[in-house]
């Protein structure tokens, strides 16, 4: 079936540090591929997302490829800052209505 | 505009007692889902509602959990006879149709004690 499969957390970064999180994916048709974050005491939000092969998505300085050939949706950003602390949920849709959410990875990043 | 509110924002029940949760999406969004979020895991997909109907009841856990949505716009998801097992953050999102992005509630904490 269709599911997520992310990093395990909690990961601590000191600020300005480079950041990665994987995610890979198993899907039966053509997934769309989300990243959510949530931010302490917060909703989820949509941070970015990709609907095709090849798609980069990006958004305040984070991005991520969607890699068909590999299945991976890896969160990436450069230079992470306190503000980014959070949790992050890599997420698939395929068609339908149900999306499906990895576990969440907990960042602290620490000054 | 108001993003989708969801009350009450925290509920302590003890077993066996029924708890309604409730959840106002963005106005104008037909497609209304529940989520339950568990200490540790990822996001369980309950219910999803186009307009009034549930074409997707897939996810409830059991029949002590049903949900329904009236006037195309309030959902209220109902747990009969609580059991400890049910604790969890509930969170509800909406969006413009099936194929848009999802707008997330802050979520209902429901312990059950």
Known sequence: ?111 | GAGVSQSPSNKVTEKGKDVELRCDPISGHTALYWYRQSLGQGLEFLIYFQGNSAPDKSGLPSDRFSAERTGGSVSTLTIQRTQQEDSAVYLCASSLSQFREQYFGPGTRLTVT
């Open chain 1, 1 to 111: 079936g269709d599911s997520v499969t992310q990093m395990e957390g909690p990961v601590t970064l000191s600020e300005e540090a480079f950041l990665t999180i994987n995610c890979t994916y198993t899907a039966t048709g053509y997934p769309s591929l989300f990243w959510y974050v949530q931010y302490p005491g917060e909703g989820l939000q949509l941070l970015l997302k990709a609907t095709k092969a090849d798609d980069k998505g990006s958004n305040k300085g984070f991005e991520a490829t969607y890699r068909k050939e590999t299945t991976s949706f890896h969160l990436e950003k450069g230079s992470v800052q306190v503000s980014d602390s959070a949790v992050y949920f890599c997420a698939l849709k395929v068609t339908g209505n149900q999306f499906y959410f990895g576990t969440g990875t907990s960042l602290t990043v620490i000054p």
